[in-house]
């Protein structure tokens, strides 16, 4: 019987990620003309180049749930990744790069406070950002344009925490416990203090935090909305 059940489970895993690589392939090519377009309208073409920018953005952001579909299939197969050395202060370099890029303006209202560690990682750098970008992306999404998003990484021991901190409407403490699930879908489309509109990325935090043996929370501080990520330094997948 548990075999026929995890049976059952890898086919449909596998199916998931066949559907997701069929939809990025023309999702990538419509990419790729777009930012082709945008590098090559001059300002005489105002409205259009501004268009052609919103739509790009649009797509790079329908990339990255696909991009949370397969590697949410992945994580709930526990599929092994190999760890590599990656040092920190690169990592979320890479990582703010990556998130710009979902933004027409230059910058996003995101600062960091203090410096980032240079530490060592040894990650499976795939699935750690997967947590730490889809945290950051939820709290610009949905902080308003007058508000402020901030993060800080830290080292505690053998662990990395990453605190995330912004002022849109804060989530009701009585969805802390789901925030992080796939329960949250529900709660999040019905109610504005689940604000969360894209429950499938939180509950992709929360697996990633799982599966890599680490943790995550959601807690109110001085009336902003506060996230705490931790992660050991060192992470290794084997096969199940």
């Known amino acids: 019987m548990a075999n026929d059940l ?25 990419s790729a003309n777009l930012s082709y377009l945008e590098a ?13 920018q919103d739509s790009s953005v649009a797509m790079r952001m329908l990339l990255h749930m696909l991009d949370n579909f397969l590697n949410i299939s992945r994580l709930e197969s526990r599929e092994p990744v190999e760890s590599v050395p990656v040092p920190l202060s690169r990592f979320m370099d890479e990582t703010m790069n990556r998130i710009r890029r979902m933004f027409t303006s ?23 950002r997967i947590a730490v970008e889809n945290l950051l992306l939820q709290s610009l999404h949905n902080t308003p344009a007058s508000g402020a998003v901030a993060y800080q990484v830290a080292l505690d ?17 009585e969805y802390y416990d ?7 879908q529900h709660v999040a489309k019905s109610n504005e203090h689940a604000r969360y509109g894209r429950a499938m990325a939180m509950y992709a935090v929360g ?4 599966v890599l043996g680490g943790s995550v929370k959601v807690e109110k501080v001085n009336d902003r909305q506060q996230f705490v990520l931790k992660l050991p330094v060192e992470i290794e997948m084997r096969p199940s």
């Not at 021991?157 to 403490?173: H, K, L, Q, R, S």
């Not at 789901?178 to 949250?184: A, D, H, L």
Request: charged letters at 20%; a negative charge; one cysteine or more.
């Open 6 to 30: 995890q049976k059952w489970i890898d086919e449909q895993t596998g199916l998931t990620k066949l559907y997701v690589h069929d939809f990025k392939n023309p999702v990538s090519a419509i």
């Open 40 to 52: 090559v309208l001059t300002d005489a073409e105002e409205d259009v180049l501004g268009a052609v």
């Open 106 to 128: 230059p910058e996003p209202r995101l600062t960091v406070q203090g410096q980032v560690p240079d530490e060592m990682c040894s990650w499976p750098a795939t699935y750690v």
């Open 157 to 173: 021991n053998d662990m990395v925490v990453f605190t995330v901190t912004d002022t849109g409407v804060t989530i009701a403490p």
């Open 178 to 184: 789901v925030t992080f699930t796939r329960e949250f």
């Open 207 to 210: 697996l990633a935090a799982e």
